[in-house]
């Protein structure tokens, strides 16, 4: 067996019939990269896409290629609290199990703007939104089989921090570094997750994963200027192809041996590409002082409790 030979791929995705995967951001890029695979190795994936319309076309382009594969599509706009509220509201009424939910939807580095509730957008769609889904649904999570929480962070959030002094960017706005903080926050995020989690002898994993450098519709649909010209041609020169992206969260999802508490990410150079490992966060993001005061932040922003989740 040659090295190549020996790393993890989507052909080792076990059986998943009978398992209900919910993943944010399915109708594009990574989310419909990892919604392709799910299927296709028999899983029931829910579609949370804030466009039903692209949700639908993602159905047909799957169908295409597993025919009887099993899909919906559910409206979910993250960065509106009201509709992540709805959405947890309509899986509950409609006795929807869930096994696994993917928080894998984020944007990146557009000009500043603010939620419907106030607050900025990436903040909002790529952390307070995913903090708020899976704390609704977690006692959902309980309940399933193998249950899992995979956090889709980036590489960039390393160097990242909290502005917790100005959480909006009113008085210094960078596209850049506030989607830094956003992805910093998916990493504090998942681990404090899974500490809570272990401390309350809960069955769900929380793993992280990040995608290295991968041609997606993430780096050219929200920045600007300069920096949408050179995230444009890097994605022809430098990126992998969304199929090994999509690996780190597939495998953070679905590998048995995959680890709560971890971060999974490209083995290559600087982790850029490659095949899944894990690999370490910034050490800032495994401050305890810092998690507390982000997800105590994150219930007084969002109105959600996860009671089913106790302080470490």
């Known amino acids: 067996m040659t090295a190549t030979e020996s790393k993890w791929t989507a052909a080792r995705i076990p059986d998943l019939t009978g398992r209900t ?3 944010t951001g399915a109708n594009s890029g990574l989310g419909l990269a990892t919604t392709r695979e799910l299927a296709g190795h028999g899983a029931h994936v829910v579609l949370a896409v804030r466009d039903e319309a692209k949700g639908r076309r993602a159905v047909a382009d799957i169908t295409g290629a597993h025919a009887g594969a099993s899909l ?6 993250l960065a509106d609290l009201d509709s992540v509220k709805a959405f947890a509201a309509a899986v509950r009424a409609d006795g929807l199990p869930v096994d696994v939910l993917v928080n894998n939807a984020g944007v990146m580095a ?4 603010l939620s419907p509730q106030g607050h900025e957008q990436q903040f909002a769609a790529n952390h307070l939104g995913h903090f708020a889904l899976t704390g609704l649904l977690l006692d959902l ?3 399933g089989r193998d249950p899992r929480v995979v956090t889709v962070t980036s590489d960039l959030h390393r160097g990242g921090r909290i502005h917790f002094d100005d959480l909006t960017g009113a008085a210094k706005y960078a596209p850049m570094e506030f989607y830094r903080q956003s992805k910093f926050a998916n990493v504090v995020f998942g681990l404090e997750l899974d500490r809570r989690l272990r401390a309350a002898g809960s069955p769900v994993r929380s793993l ?7 041609a997606t519709n993430l780096q050219t649909s929200g920045p600007t ?9 890097g994605n022809r020169l430098l990126a992998q192809d969304v199929t090994m992206g999509a690996l780190p969260q597939l495998y953070a999802a ?3 041996e995959a680890e709560s508490g971890r971060l999974y990410g490209p083995d290559g150079w600087r982790q ?8 370490g966060p910034d050490r800032a993001a495994s401050d305890p002082e810092t998690a507390r005061r982000l997800w105590h932040l994150s219930e007084e922003l969002t109105g959600v409790t996860c009671t089913t989740a106790t302080p470490a």
């Open 208 to 214: 992280l994963a990040h995608p290295g450098y991968t």
């Open 254 to 256: 679905t590998a048995p």
């Open 72 to 77: 919906e599509v559910r409206r979910l706009d």
């Open 141 to 143: 999570l309980q309940q």
């Open 21 to 23: 995967f919910l993943v």
């Open 110 to 113: 557009p000009p500043r703007g």
């Open 272 to 279: 850029l590409r490659g095949y899944p490992a894990p690999v």
């Open 225 to 233: 200027g300069l920096t949408k010209a050179f995230a444009s041609l």
